[in-house]
């Protein structure tokens, strides 16, 4: 079985990219075209579907910043990589004090998004004890 | 002189106790026939008329020494002018100021402490306040008051001028200052004031370029992961259809990238060095909307411009691109959710007229005096400095425009800005 990665990002060309970096691997890409679909789809989705959130930060209506502390405080299982345009440490450090896997910049490496999301689902899987194969 | 002010007179001369030294202070005393002035001596005519005026010439002698041991205290320079023009006083404030000892210029014309391009005008003025019922007059607020000093140089001064009735003539009592040192440190301020503003405009502008950085880096951020991950799939696929879909997204992702850059270097393009060129309204408002996106971007703020014919005006083109841009950029930040910001530009007889209009969270009436002051800001630490409007004014009045704002809290706000039309070449539209 696949695992499910949400991509919340409002830009269409970023979601393709993810999904081409992502394609032949185990993971299949879930998209949210910004935070507050993305918050919609976990509400209504069951949550177990959800291995990984990929979360861009810059975005419309209820950004990244908001975004990831919602699912932090009603979705703690859900490990979250944050990939941004945005190369910021004062971000990365307070999304990391929040519990976020790993924050990325854009433009990254296909081998370095992978790796990410593999260290994420990994953290998924202690709690859910299925083991991920790349 | 009647006698309560030769009483007067004398009254304080007691009281200062000064020695009054006539031909020091300016008057001539009774031993200085020689230097009366020549219109006394004119006067003379048969014995008896003689005898009156040498009376008359006395009486004045002993007012003119009174009035200057009164005015040889006074720190400022004293000039008094009789009915004929000539200079009856002169004080040791005057000695100093002018450069002339007392003696030398008393009885001679008042012209001579005048630059020549003023005598004209002046004796006009002097002839108008003898004239008139007003008893003093400060001459600061009048056009420019210079004095000419014994050595030709001039120097700006600050005047009043007082009329006194002594013995049926009229006395003008002139008394002056050398504001020199004055002038300098004003114009020393006025430099200093447009420095700090030269400083603050450059300031918003590395603001705004910092804020546009920030965006600029995601906007090419952005595309640049997109080129990337379409190359690493040319490189790790073999279906050449699918090589091809790729290389043509990168293609798109490149002048995406080409299209940012454009718009980053008409920004931070030089000012014109050489005056002012026809600006089209419209091209500013455009790019200036183009940057806006770039800082702010948002797929929910609808940007709506309703652009008119309209003549150029006369201009440097960044300046009114920046305006606009600064606007703009508040009427976005206003609306930091949703919602529409309209951009509309007309032509209103021999003005073009450009309305801003967002809605977004509006100014409150107790905030929308101070738009204008420098730091003043109702936005967040990171959003603003406050000298966004200031410079908006700096730089609308320097084009001779005008601005307005109307605003009402929740519902959004309203700028009208408009630039006289100065040149006829080169419609926009």
Known sequence: MKHKILVVDDEAEIRKTIRLQLEGTIYEVLEAADGELGIQMLDNENILEVDVIICDV????????????YFRKNYASIPIVVLTGYPDVQLAVDFMKDGVVDYLVKPVEKEKLV?????????RTMFSGAQPKV | MSTAVAQLCDSIQNLTTLEIDAPRCGVPGRDDRSKA?????????????????????????VADRRLGGMLSVAPDAIVAVGDDGRIRVFNAGAEKLFGYPAGDIIGRPLDLLIPTRFRGAHTGHMKRFRMSPEQSRLMTDRSEIAGLRADGSEFPAEASVSKLEIEGETILAVMLHDVTARKAAEAELIAAKEQAEQALIQAEKMAALGTLASGIGHEINNPLYAVMGAAEAIRDGNDIDRGREHANDIIAYCKHISEII???????????????NPVDVNAAITEAVAMARLSFRSDVIEIDQQLGTVPAIAAKSEDIQQAFFNVIRNGLQAMSREGVLAITSMRDEDHVLVRISDTGTGIAPEDLAKIYDPFFTTKGPDEGEGIGLFVVRQIVNKYDGTIA?????????VCTITYPVRQSNGEAS
Not at chain 2, 405 to 413: I, M, P
């Open chain 1, 58 to 69: 810059r975005m419309p209506k209820v950004n990244g910043i908001e975004a990831v502390a």
């Open chain 2, 262 to 276: 454009k718009n980053l270097s008409s920004y931070s393009r030089p000012a014109e060095k050489h005056g002012l």
């Open chain 2, 37 to 61: 002035p020549e219109h006394l001596s004119e006067t003379a005519g048969d014995d008896a008329i003689a005898g009156r005026n040498e009376q008359t010439q006395d009486d004045r002698r």
């Open chain 2, 405 to 413: 704002f109307d605003s009402a809290l929740g519902e959004g706000t």
């Open chain 1, 115 to 123: 790796e990410a999301v593999t260290k994420a689902a990994r953290q």
